[in-house]
T-cell receptor, first 114, second 111 residues
Framework: DGGITQSPKYLFRKEGQNVTLSCEQNLNHDAMYWYRQDPGQGLRLIYYSQIVNDFQKGDIAEGYSVSREKKESFPLTVTSAQKNPTAFYLC?????????????FGQGTRLTVV | DAKTTQPNSMESNEEEPVHLPCNHSTISGTDYIHWYRQLPSQGPEYVIHGLTSNVNNRMASLAIAEDRKSSTLILHRATLRDAAVYYCILSNMDSNYQLIWGAGTKLIIKP
């Protein structure tokens, strides 16, 4: 089935460690996104990418990094510089950024700093 | 960025229609209106989007006011599976159609 796969579903990290969240899509979509969601709140954009080897910062990019070496993959690294990394992280994709199309979301990764 | 205002929560009875309101008084002429919904601990799911005219799909209908300052998502016959947080979101070309998410409306369906 076509869709977005995020892994792992749950992730625990010690303070001071970097951690990478995986996101893969087989929808042949050009655009991919990473969002963060805190309890009771809406989603906030971390990074997005329109094409391979190109990505843009969203509203809350500090303490995060991404790469887009393949069209299908858009991993997110939560670095030790992120002061409050415990959150629900969501990856999404859409056909393009050039017009308003449907975004497809993964099931999310819940990151907890211990 | 234009913002949206939604009620924090709404209740509805199963098998009855549900009308979810959204105010966007500062909407511009090129802003699209999107609706997504999210079940607990899951990723959001696209529901519908439109610009000026009312839109229908298999999931719902979107009714847009003539002045576009408000819109209503209509679920024609609610089921327990429709219980979710519903987000009304604006996007436009100037910001690459990025979705700006508010806190949404928590829809509770009573059996």
């Amino acid at each position: 089935d076509g869709g977005i796969t995020q892994s792992p579903k749950y992730l625990f990290r010690k303070e001071g460690q970097n951690v990478t969240l995986s996101c893969e899509q087989n929808l042949n979509h050009d655009a991919m996104y990473w969002y963060r969601q805190d309890p009771g709140q809406g989603l906030r954009l971390i990074y997005y990418s329109q094409i391979v080897n190109d990505f843009q910062k969203g509203d809350i990019a500090e303490g995060y990094s991404v790469s887009r070496e393949k069209k299908e993959s858009f991993p997110l690294t939560v670095t030790s510089a992120q002061k409050n990394p415990t959150a629900f992280y969501l990856c999404a994709s859409s056909r393009t950024l050039l017009r308003p199309t449907e975004a497809f979301f993964g099931q999310g990764t819940r990151l907890t700093v211990v | 960025d234009a913002k949206t205002t939604q009620p924090n929560s709404m209740e509805s009875n199963e098998e009855e229609p549900v009308h979810l309101p959204c105010n966007h008084s500062t909407i511009s002429g090129t802003d699209y209106i999107h609706w997504y919904r999210q079940l607990p601990s899951q990723g959001p799911e696209y529901v519908i989007h439109g610009l000026t005219s009312n839109v229908n799909n298999r999931m719902a209908s979107l009714a847009i006011a003539e002045d576009r300052k408000s819109s209503t998502l209509i679920l024609h016959r609610a089921t327990l599976r429709d219980a979710a947080v519903y987000y009304c979101i604006l996007s436009n070309m100037d910001s690459n159609y990025q979705l700006i998410w508010g806190a949404g409306t928590k829809l509770i369906i009573k059996p």
